[in-house]
């Protein structure tokens, strides 16, 4: 049974990863006035649901952890003058420069729909074991553990308190 749920969980990150890598193909690849990031995560959905890696409720899913992480990134990087490996908390260096690339080419697109249209900062995320998040840091919310995501990841309990939630960590250059 553990190696099922492993399994699973692996293909569920690789498809994270895939569908981002189709938002990013949208935005270098359409023009930038025809394009949100809802259309090119419903797009980088269809496929993946079309190509019968995922079923359609797995895509949501996933399409939603993908929105909330950009959302996260792009919201922090507007908020302030800090730079994305002050919201990662981690050495930028570790990353593999495309999950880099690739996140920061869909998170800065997104700040700026968000600037376009002023939505106000929403009240951080909470984070649950078993979802998936992209590179960063969660902090948990019951003992305030850091938690760092080098690369895309399944969010497990917190390793001192077995708490399930979590919260993006933020830099505290504001």
């Known amino acids: 049974m ?12 690789d498809t994270y990863n895939r569908m981002m890598d189709t938002i990013r193909e949208a935005f270098d690849n359409t023009d930038t006035s025809d394009l949100t990031l809802q259309k090119a995560l419903n797009e980088a959905k269809e496929q ?11 895509a949501h899913e996933i399409g939603e ?11 922090y990087m507007m908020e302030s003058s800090a730079e994305f490996s002050d919201w990662l908390k981690l050495d930028i260096e570790i990353l593999e420069r495309r999950i880099i690339d ?10 700026l729909e968000l600037e376009q249209f002023q939505t106000p900062p ?8 078993g979802e ?8 948990c919310t019951e003992c305030g553990h850091q938690v760092a995501f080098v ?24």
Do not use: W
Request: include cysteine; charge should be positive.
């Open 2 to 13: 553990t190696s099922h749920k492993h399994d699973s969980s692996n293909r569920l990150v």
């Open 48 to 58: 993946i649901v079309h190509l019968g890696e995922v079923t359609t409720d797995e």
């Open 65 to 75: 952890y993908i929105k909330r992480d950009i959302n996260d990134a792009a919201e």
């Open 102 to 111: 690739m996140f920061l080419s869909v998170a800065d697109r997104t700040r």
């Open 122 to 129: 929403h009240k951080p995320h909470t984070y649950h074991s």
């Open 132 to 139: 998936i998040t992209g590179p960063g840091t969660l902090i």
């Open 151 to 174: 690369t895309t990841g399944e969010i497990k309990p917190c390793p001192e308190c077995k708490n399930k939630r979590f919260q993006r960590a933020k830099s505290a250059k504001r």
